[in-house]
């Protein structure tokens, strides 16, 4: 699986929107973009996940450029709830390959 | 709702005692995994188990054992605690995409 670089930290004030770059230049053609994020003392959490297109969901919004090399996830209107660290991910998709490489992630803070 | 849980939020070993953590999933998801997690390290795969009673070592498999008898129960086992397994270990389980985690196990071994 290719290999992704995140900002260790970053802030955001609140009700703004929060945009978590992740770089992954060696992703390959048949690799999907995954994040994840992890609040304090739980278990990561699901966030979304693309191909080639960008994706929407009641959580968050992906953006992948055209070459694929790197992305960013959307807050749109962040909370102090979505203090926590965020994860990207890369990895061949499909069945019977589900397993993840998590780095370390950007830990985000959202300020009052 | 989807649920992971895991046995133990907190426990205390000490070296050389034989452990077991145990995770159990109610979604009748196919896929098991087992990571742990470390401070500036992330979370490293341990274990993860594609179907009953079969197993595949992830990234950091030495040190630990895992048994898969039951496709809803994935168990985690220290055959001889030390004191570098002092971690928190996390469950997980997923059908396709998204891999749902368990609240996790604070272990520390004296």
């Known amino acids: 699986d290719a290999k992704t670089t995140q900002p260790p930290s970053m802030d955001c004030a609140e009700g703004r929107a929060a945009n978590l770059p992740c770089n992954h230049s060696t992703i390959s053609g048949n690799e999907y973009v995954y994040w994840y994020r992890q609040i304090h003392s739980q278990g990561p959490q699901y966030i979304i996940h693309?191909?080639?297109n960008n994706e929407t969901n009641e959580m968050a919004s992906l953006i992948i450029t055209e070459d694929r090399k790197s992305s960013t996830l959307i807050l749109p209107h962040a909370t102090l709830r979505d203090t926590a660290v965020y994860y990207c991910?890369?990895?061949?998709?499909?069945?019977?390959?589900?397993?993840?490489?998590f780095g370390t992630g950007t830990r985000l803070t959202i300020i009052p | 709702d989807v649920k992971v849980t895991q046995s133990s939020r907190y426990l205390v070993k000490r070296t050389g005692e034989k452990v077991f953590l145990e995770c159990v999933q109610d979604m009748d998801h196919e896929n098991m995994f087992w990571y742990r997690q470390d401070p500036g390290l992330g979370l490293r795969l341990i274990y993860f188990?594609?179907?009953?009673?079969?197993?595949e070592k992830g990234d950091i498999p030495e040190g630990y054992s895992v048994s898969r008898e039951k496709k809803e129960r994935f168990s985690l086992i220290l055959e001889s605690a030390s004191t570098n397994q002092t971690s928190m270990y996390l469950c997980a389980s997923s059908q396709w995409y998204e891999q749902f985690f368990g609240p996790g196990t604070r272990l520390t071994v004296l």
């Open positions: 693309g191909l080639k």
């Open positions: 991910i890369v990895r061949v998709g499909g069945f019977g390959n589900e397993k993840l490489t």
């Open positions: 188990s594609y179907d009953v009673k079969m197993k």
